[in-house]
């Protein structure tokens, strides 16, 4: 015959009774700090890519920054006078088909000139002149802030 041990109420509920746990009070950043640490390192790498690609050495100037909430159209002119839209590209000639067939507001697109400061006045005012002239009225020069000396 076999004994049963435990064969009281106490016995019978010992098996069936689970300890409660207090709620943990304590918050586990561990996995928080790993996705930070991973997104800050995607921005840094992402960063420098954002800038326009064209190595412009720009003057400096007092003038205040433009706010607005769209992308504008960066034409650039380097020092050697060839002329860029964004990163690509092209003749005096052929900027103002170009801008408008990119141009999704028509011509109330921002346009930014950015031209660096051995670039020739002359290249710089022909190309503002058939801007301005194809109709296109929201045209401002790109500069660096002007550091104290």
Known sequence: MAMQVGSGQAGGRRGRRRRRHAPMSEINVTP???????????????APLLTVGVPIDLPETRAKAL?????????????AGEIYIQD????????VPKLEAIAA????????????QDADYGTMMKLMGRI????FKRLGLVTLEERDS
């Open 32 to 46: 928080f700090v790993d996705v930070m640490l991973v997104l800050l390192i995607i921005f840094m790498v992402a």
């Open 67 to 79: 706010e607005g909430d769209t992308e504008p159209i960066t034409i650039s002119v380097n020092s």
């Open 88 to 95: 690509t590209p092209i003749a005096l000639d052929e900027v």
């Open 105 to 116: 507001n028509g011509y109330d697109e921002r346009i930014y000139v950015r031209g660096d």
């Open 132 to 135: 301005n002239a194809a109709g």
